[in-house]
């Protein structure tokens, strides 16, 4: 069974940086996109950053480009994402989410395999 565990949410002021991980299990890591995907309240799930199965190339939404950062550790089969200079606007849920092929793909429908979110909360 495919399983994503998210962790690394929490409270930080504007300006601040959180490092989110994702576990993943039940399927060969390496071989798939896996994607960063937000809801803010009230509105419609974003994505946000992918990293593509193979070679690792890594793609971004343009509010977070520069700003965060995707990676995934093969050997502990984990996703991160670091966040830095983190502004109220990216409060949200944060999903880590798997695609069922090595593309990036934006659109969210064609996630096989979601964790359960982990919020983050940007406020002075």
């Known amino acids: 069974e495919e399983q994503l565990v998210e962790s690394g949410g929490g409270s930080v002021q504007p300006g601040g940086s959180l490092r989110l991980s994702c576990a993943a299990s039940?399927?060969?890591?390496?071989?798939?996109?896996m994607n960063w995907v937000r809801q803010a309240p009230g509105k419609v799930p974003e994505w946000v950053s992918g990293i593509s199965g193979g070679d690792g190339s890594t793609n971004y939404a343009d509010s977070v480009k520069g700003r965060f950062t995707i990676s995934r550790d093969m050997a502990k089969n984990t996703l991160y994402l670091q966040m830095n200079s983190l502004k109220p606007e990216d409060t949200a849920v944060y999903y880590c989410?798997?695609?069922?092929?090595?593309?990036?793909?934006?659109?969210?429908?064609?996630?096989?395999?979601w964790g359960q979110g982990v919020l983050v909360t940007v406020s002075s």
């Open positions: 989410t798997k695609a069922p092929w090595r593309e990036v793909t934006k659109e969210l429908f064609e996630y096989d395999s």
């Open positions: 039940g399927f060969t890591f390496g071989d798939y996109a």
